[in-house]
């Protein structure tokens, strides 16, 4: 039997920690989309977060499984989602923002969910039939996630005085959060060269397209601000991860193997 | 928020062809389009559906409790309506 060459544990150790990151994104999206669970504004809604939380962790779970799979070392989903540390998560900063009020939820859910249209969209034509095969089931959800924050984004930025200011606020704070989302790294360019990854900074026109025909029609804007905010992708976190992270971990950490 | 300016639906949904739309339950939103998203969320997340309906609740025209007698009690005297008045001939066995 011959040894793994060095560079195949490379290529192995990459894709791991390519579909890692996008379990990181999703759960962490996820998580902050269970906190709405008994505090939506009323019970359908309530219900319709719930449910798109569900898809998100869903999601997780599907890129966190194989990424235990490519491991072969025994680790399981859960170890990625539970045991690891600030640090070691990489998604993107704009998915561990607060919750904030019902404007600045939806306004994030726009952002993220117009790109992961375009991002999915992309990911059916990788190399990998793993990524494929979860593209093709998450831009079902995808699509209908996109559906909903639109209608809400031109309800409320078309609403009243008082719903348009909220949601005018939430673009102003999060706009900054971006930009991340269209730069890639080393590992993801060695990825792209194979065929693998995502060019993410492809998608950064057709997504600027789309946002600015949903805010045209609510009456809504993008701020001129040039401040921006990167660091997800490295492990550079806003304090609020932290946080979301000791919430979600500390039952598992805490009775280690519980089941119920 | 509150419900209180929302619109009431009622939701039927077809579990598989060849049934019929079953009325399941009612929900609150602002218009049809949303009624049908939430109906989803609410009423088809684990048995999956093929077909959803929704109603406002005010477009369905109701019959009254208070109309019951005049409703439905005259086809309770008029059992040669139903089909078990009358007697089967003894030739047919099964049926």
């Not at chain 1, 600030?86 to 923002?97: C, D, T, V």
Request: overall charge negative; hydrophobic content about 35%; glycine content about 6%.
């Amino acid at each position: 039997m011959t040894q793994p060459s060095h560079n195949e544990v490379n290529r192995q150790q990459d894709l791991i920690s390519y579909f890692v990151r996008l379990g990181d994104d999703a759960i962490v999206l996820g998580h902050r989309m269970s906190e709405w669970v008994s505090n939506g504004p009323f019970l359908e809604e309530d219900i319709a977060l719930g449910n798109v939380a569900l898809d998100y962790i869903g999601r997780a779970r599907m890129f966190y499984g194989h990424a235990a799979t490519l491991s072969g070392d025994g680790k399981t989903e859960d170890d990625f989602a539970f045991l690891r540390d600030e640090r070691e998560f990489q998604n993107y900063l704009i998915n561990e923002l607060p919750r904030g009020d019902f404007a600045y939820t939806i306004v994030r859910q726009l952002m993220v969910d117009l790109y992961n249209k375009h991002f999915l969209q992309a990911l059916k034509s990788s190399a990998d039939e793993t990524l494929v095969a979860i593209a093709e089931k998450a831009s079902k959800e995808t699509s209908y996630h996109c559906r909903r924050s639109k209608s809400w984004t031109l309800r409320l930025g078309d609403g009243t005085a008082e719903s348009h200011r909220r949601m005018q606020l939430a673009i102003d704070e999060i706009w900054g959060y971006s930009h991340e989302l269209f730069e890639t790294d080393d590992l993801e360019k060695r990825l792209i060269n194979t065929g693998i990854a995502v060019n993410c900074e492809q998608l950064k026109a057709l997504w600027l397209a789309d946002i600015e025909a949903v805010f045209n029609e609510a009456g809504l804007t993008i701020p001129e601000l040039t401040w921006t905010v990167r660091g997800g992708r490295s492990g550079y976190h806003t304090e609020h991860l932290g946080h979301l992270l000791t919430q979600m971990q500390f039952v598992y950490r805490s009775f280690p193997g519980a089941t119920w | 928020m509150t419900t209180e300016n929302l619109e009431l639906f009622e939701v039927f949904v077809r579990p598989k062809r060849g049934l019929d739309h079953k009325h399941v339950g009612s929900l609150h939103a602002e218009d049809k389009e949303q009624a049908l998203e939430y109906a989803r969320d609410v009423y088809t997340r684990r048995t999956e559906g093929i077909s959803i309906w929704v109603v406002k609740s005010g477009d369905i025209c109701a019959s009254q409790e208070d109309d019951r007698e005049s409703f439905f009690d005259p086809s309770d005297d008029k059992p040669y309506r139903h089909a078990t008045y009358y007697p089967l001939p003894k030739e047919i066995s099964n049926m």
